[in-house]
Every structure is written in structure tokens, then in C-alpha cells.
């Protein structure tokens, strides 16, 4: 059995947080405010259904969260994001728990018709998987909650004009920091992300050793991110941040090496090297290679 909580309403979730609602799409809560929880014995899991974007800072180390099949990759000072559409599930002990931490909760409709919903698609971090949660240093942490309080000051003026510009320029402000988190977490968690550029560059070698090309086509960036275990837009932000180039772009730079070598591994047709790639149409693919290495294979093979 399990409980299936909605969260689709600023109202109801403040008044569940034993919070007043100080503007009906935006809130800023301290969960240590809210009251005690207890789901009951009955159900196993609580599922979380999320119609609001929300961010939570949470100050303890919180291994029973889910989303999907794996548990989030939580400790204390962790900020995760859940976007409309999602789902979180809570393995329910059945016993009290008081809550703890922070969050910021919006309606998609606040940021609509202002500047940040232009840009909203580029944070990628709403879409990545679970172990790929944002860890804050003590620093990190408190700039967060200072960034909170900002939001919440202006959540108490009266609203105006300005309300809904300014409200939306502060939390572009903290996702803009948020941004810089991540890029920081990608240089320095070595332990989590160490060896995933090795194990990419493996994955190319025997995808392309296997009959998979001839099945499945050139190597997508989605299929080598779910080999790997990783969103495909974490795994595209690390091989950036890795190389310098898009994880397309990587494994198109590679199609290519690999695509150079069978040039010269006999009489095989330019046709029948692009199946072996995984190429549909071999115009494709010769099309592909003259961009890239600046000739046609046959050229390429008579220039060598």
C-alpha cells in the first residue's frame, strides 16, 4: 500500500507546513515550523507528485528518498530539485518524525512572461538523476539561506507592478548560484564522478566492437547516459566540463577515428563501413566524415 501526496497548491502546501502564504504561487518554508509527521503503519511508501517546482535544502542526512529506482545521493547540506510532472518517494517507517530544512516552492505560472522563463530550459539540474544531487559547503549553505531570506522579504511587501519581476529575479539570482555549485561539485566530488570520462570511453570501444550499430545506430547521448547510470543532461555537463566538448560531439569525434581506421582495414565499401557505423544512408555518414576530417573517405584513403 501507499500514499500518494500531490504537491500542486501553494495554499494547501503552506497550511500542511503551518506556514501563512504570503503570495499564492511562491513560498519560501522552514520546515522546522511545520508539525510533526506520521504517515501511519498501513502504507509502505509515501509518493510525492509534484505540480510545483521545488528546491529543499535539507540539514540532516536523509538516505530514504527516492526518485524512481534509486535513493538520492543525500547527506547533510544537499539541495535536490523537483520540477512539475515528477515524482519523490519516501520509504515510510511508520514512526513521528519532526521536519527539518529549507525550501523554495513556486508555481510554473510565477515566472511566466518574465526573463527567466526564457531561460529556464538551460538549468539543467531540475532534470538530473538521483545521484547527482547538488552538495553545499557551510559557505554554499548559508548563501542559500540568505538568498531565502531575500526571496521572503519581498514575498512581504505589498504586492505591486514590480512584485512579479522582482520575485523572478531573485530566484534566478540563487539558480545562477546554484549553476555555479554544480560546476564547482564537478571539479571537486572526484569521488563520485572519477572515471566516468574512462568508462565513456570504453562504452564507444565495445559498442562499436558489438553488433549494437547495425541494431541501434550511431550511439546516442540518452543511451550512453542511462548505460552509465546518469541523466542525460548531468552526463552532457560532466563531458563538457570534462573536455570542452558536447558529449554529441565527443562521440561523433570518435564515430570518425573509429570510421578512419576501417578506411584502411581492406576493400570495404564506403557503404559498408556506414552500416557497420550504424549509419542509415552512407550519404550520411560521407557527409559527416568530409565535415569533420575535411575530405570524403576515398579521398582520405588515397591521401594516405
Same mark, same amino acid.
Do not use: C
Given at each position: 500500500?501507499?500514499? /500518494?501526496?500531490?504537491?500542486?497548491?501553494? $495554499? +494547501?502546501?503552506?497550511?500542511? @507546513?503551518?506556514?501563512?502564504?504570503?503570495?499564492? /504561487?511562491?513560498?519560501?518554508?522552514?520546515? $522546522? +515550523?511545520?508539525?510533526?509527521? @506520521?504517515?501511519?503503519?498501513?502504507?509502505?511508501?509515501i509518493k510525492f507528485q509534484y505540480g510545483l517546482y521545488c528546491i529543499y535544502l535539507k540539514d540532516v542526512k536523509c538516505g530514504d528518498i527516492r526518485y524512481g529506482r534509486d535513493y538520492y545521493d543525500y547527506q547533510a547540506g544537499t539541495l535536490v530539485f523537483f520540477a512539475p510532472g515528477q515524482v519523490m518517494e519516501v520509504d515510510n517507517l511508520g514512526i513521528s518524525y519532526q521536519p527539518v530544512g529549507y525550501g523554495l516552492v513556486f508555481h510554473p505560472d510565477l515566472i511566466h512572461g518574465t526573463i527567466l522563463a526564457k531561460t529556464f530550459s538551460d538549468y539543467n539540474f531540475f532534470s538530473y538523476k538521483t545521484n547527482e544531487a547538488l552538495h553545499i559547503s557551510d559557505d554554499e549553505r548559508q548563501l542559500v539561506l540568505d538568498l531565502f531570506v531575500k526571496i521572503e522579504l519581498e514575498l512581504k511587501q505589498p504586492v505591486d507592478k514590480h512584485s512579479k519581476k522582482l520575485i523572478a529575479s531573485n530566484i534566478e539570482l540563487f539558480l545562477n548560484y546554484c549553476e555555479r555549485f554544480y560546476d564547482r561539485q564537478f571539479i571537486t566530488r572526484d569521488n563520485v564522478n572519477r572515471g566516468v570520462l574512462t568508462k565513456f570511453e570504453d562504452l564507444l570501444n565495445s559498442y562499436f566492437l558489438s553488433e549494437k550499430p547495425q541494431s541501434i545506430g550511431v550511439p546516442s547521448v540518452a543511451y550512453c547516459a542511462n548505460t552509465l547510470h546518469l541523466s542525460a543532461n548531468y552526463f552532457g555537463d560532466l563531458i563538457k566540463k570534462e573536455t570542452g566538448q558536447t558529449a554529441k560531439e565527443y562521440i561523433l569525434n570518435k564515430t570518425i577515428e573509429i570510421a578512419k581506421n576501417k578506411v584502411f582495414?581492406?576493400?570495404?565499401?564506403?557503404?559498408?563501413?556506414?552500416?557497420?557505423?550504424?549509419?542509415?544512408?552512407?550519404?550520411?555518414?560521407?557527409?559527416?566524415?568530409?565535415?569533420?576530417?575535411?575530405c570524403t573517405p576515398n579521398e582520405y584513403k588515397n591521401l594516405n
Open positions: 500500500m501507499e500514499i /500518494l501526496y500531490p504537491i500542486n497548491n501553494i $495554499s +494547501k502546501y503552506n497550511a500542511d @507546513n503551518n506556514h501563512k502564504t504570503l503570495h499564492p /504561487l511562491v513560498s519560501v518554508i522552514d520546515f $522546522s +515550523k511545520a508539525p510533526e509527521r @506520521n504517515w501511519g503503519t498501513e502504507a509502505k511508501t582495414e581492406g576493400d570495404k565499401t564506403v557503404n559498408e563501413i556506414a552500416y557497420e557505423l550504424g549509419f542509415k544512408y552512407p550519404q550520411h555518414f560521407t557527409r559527416l566524415f568530409k565535415q569533420r576530417v575535411g
